[in-house]
């Protein structure tokens, strides 16, 4: 997926143990949708970076966009992984997750 914006405006929807892959250039986003399962107890959104530091925003609210800036959940420049757990008071079943991924540089 190449960004044509500073926002994508089209989302890829995930499916489980299937790797996503995109091209960004730097503070462009691309995003992603999974739709949680109501037996879930929770998620891990993981990050493979062929080069740069990409950065991962999530959100479960509803038309949600996140950025680095707004979103529930995020990673930082040296994170690869994100945990999501029932115990999280924003974790849903049954709902989107809608993930941001931008490279700062």
Do not use: K
Not at 79 to 88: G, N, P, V
């Amino acid at each position: 997926i190449v960004g044509g914006g500073s926002h994508a405006s089209a989302s890829t929807a995930l499916v489980d143990g299937r790797p996503q892959d995109a091209t960004l250039q730097p503070l462009q986003y691309a995003y992603f949708t999974l739709a949680m399962p109501a037996s879930a107890s929770a998620l891990t959104f993981s990050i493979t970076p062929r080069y740069g530091s990409p950065q991962l925003a999530v959100s479960n609210a509803p038309g949600a966009r996140p950025t680095t800036a707004f979103s529930i959940w995020r990673t930082h420049q040296t994170d690869s992984e994100l945990t999501i757990r029932e115990t999280d008071a924003d974790f849903c079943t049954a709902c989107v997750y809608v993930v941001g991924v931008t490279s700062p540089t």
